[in-house]
């Protein structure tokens, strides 16, 4: 559980972190061009997942709410998980709840990574996205593989 908790406190003070310094230095609605590919563009998503559904984004916090907490139950009951399954939820945790404080602060989640010359992608996300990916990821991934091999044995 050590290893949920540094996780998931780091992933939280990461992405509030760089979500303050990006509210304070670019001005909401505008873009900083880091490279050709790489924009900062200061938006605020006051829907969920995509954009979808603008304006019903305390119906998006409810729902994580409810998937915090029940993650944070999950692992106080589990008793045979692997390190790297702590350490994966505590991104989503800690992704996730920072979302949440986007949410109860500003109204809706400051997005600004905003990736260019990739055809059909339009999406501006956070760093509390890219922590619950970081997260999200590996634990399909590797829990395809391992189902797959228990399979085959």
């Not at 949920?4 to 230095?25: H, K, Y």
């Not at 559904?53 to 119906?59: D, F, P, Y």
């Not at 059909?120 to 999200?136: C, E, Q, R």
Request: proline residues 1%.
């Amino acid at each position: 559980m050590i290893a949920f908790f540094v996780t998931a406190v780091s992933a939280l003070l990461l992405s509030q972190g760089i979500g303050i310094w990006v509210n304070d230095s670019i001005v909401l609605g505008t873009t900083v061009e880091i490279n050709s590919f790489i924009h900062f563009t200061h938006i605020r998503n006051y829907g969920g997942v995509f954009g979808l559904a603008q304006g019903s984004g305390w119906l998006f916090g409810m729902f994580s709410i409810l998937i915090l907490f029940g993650i944070s139950a999950y692992l106080l009951l589990a008793n045979n998980l692997s390190r790297y399954e702590y350490i994966c939820f505590g991104f989503v945790v800690g992704g996730g709840t920072s979302n949440i404080i986007d949410r109860l602060i500003h109204g809706g989640v400051i997005d600004f990574i905003d990736i260019q010359q990739i055809p059909h992608w339009n999406y501006v996300f956070n760093t509390a996205d890219v922590m619950i990916h970081l997260g999200i990821w590996p634990l399909l991934i590797f829990g395809f593989l391992l189902s797959r091999n228990s399979k085959d044995t």
